[in-house]
């Protein structure tokens, strides 16, 4: 499974640790803010799935960092975390931008459905299908579930980012410049890009040599086969 990128925000150390070994033993990938301020930074920086947010942190609290967040453009899904039961509380974080809310103690399988259930839903209001399929090759976009030809195939982050955007775009040809900018963030030598797709389709392609999923438009940049 390649690992969805899930931000932890909350200030006790406790929790944090709780939550990150529960959910990196479901193959999810974890990155840990103890406040407000390092929680934006992390956002601002990184592409993160899911954010899960503590709203009772000293200093900026939950409903600040939610608020920052919907400000500066930011759609992740965010499931926020709070001993607050009071249905003011509930409302106002929903009304900031909250995809959910869970109210402390709660079950680590509860926390996961709800995660699952916020990728889905950010996934129909994008128009795209939770699960992405052409020829034989299926893309759970949810999970992060590639297989082939009806085996499960492991891409590595990056792999997975450059077939992501080839997903969302199946069907158009997209140039090696916005290719490169939209996975590495800048324009970098197109033959790092050539290297990625020859290892993509070694992966993913029943003949390498002969690709039928991942098709080169000359010159210009690369198609991925349109869904069936």
Known sequence: MNSLRILIVDDEAAIRKLLKTALTSQGYAVTEAHDGNVALTLAGRNAFDIIVLDLGMPGMDGFEVLSRLREAGSVVPVIVLSVRADEAGKVKALDLGADDYVTKPFGIDELLARIRTAIRHRLAQEGEKPIFKTGDLSVDLVRRIVTARGEEIKLTPREYDLLRLLVAHAGKVLT??????????????????????????????????????????QGVGYRLRAPD
């Open 176 to 217: 090696h410049r916005f290719i490169l900018n939209e996975v590495w963030g800048t324009e970098t030598d197109v033959q790092y890009l050539r290297i990625y797709i020859r290892t993509l389709r070694q992966k993913l392609e029943a003949d390498p040599e002969q690709p039928k999923l991942i098709l080169t438009e």
